[in-house]
């Protein structure tokens, strides 16, 4: 019985296409209860051999979570938005201050120390939690 509950599982939630996807160094900027967004920074890794696709960010604590890029136009700073995420194999997307990095609009106020997690869903229909940590 446990034998096939446990088979059950692993044909409801397969693990190994989670797996390519190593998450390492997740944190947010923390920022004063009167400013409404925040930005994360972490490395994305994919060590599988397929190319991974992330579709979007979810979090209870943050919504609107969008992936940004930072750009130089004219000699001024922009931030503009990344629709296409997918990571080829052996690929290494790092979300770093001046860089890349996820805008997301705060719905409760952040405090330095807080771990705060978020989840990562995939293409192919699978999820992937984290934990972030909230840094002065
Ligand atoms: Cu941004």
């Known amino acids: 019985m446990v034998t096939r509950i446990f088979l059950t599982m692993m044909i409801l939630f397969p693990l190994a296409s989670q797996a390519d996807l190593v998450i390492a160094n997740a944190w947010i900027k923390n920022l004063?209860?009167?400013?409404?967004?925040?930005?994360?920074?972490?490395?994305?890794?994919?060590?599988g051999q397929e190319a991974v696709c992330i579709v979007s960010f979810s979090?209870?604590?943050?919504?609107?979570i969008a992936l940004h890029e930072t750009v130089m136009n004219d000699g001024m700073m922009h931030m503009q938005q990344v629709t296409d995420l997918t990571i080829?194999?052996?690929?290494?997307?790092?979300?770093e201050p001046g860089g890349m990095h996820l805008m997301m609009r705060?719905?409760?106020?952040?405090?330095p120390g807080e771990s705060v997690q978020m989840t990562i869903k995939l293409s192919d229909g699978?999820?992937?939690?984290?934990?972030?940590?909230?840094k002065k």
């Open 106 to 111: 705060a719905n409760e106020p952040t405090r």
């Open 88 to 95: 080829a194999p052996n690929q290494q997307i790092i979300l």
């Open 59 to 64: 979090s209870e604590k943050f919504s609107n």
């Open 126 to 134: 699978s999820h992937q939690s984290l934990m972030m940590t909230v």
């Open 32 to 47: 004063p209860p009167t400013v409404p967004v925040r930005a994360a920074y972490m490395n994305m890794s994919n060590t």
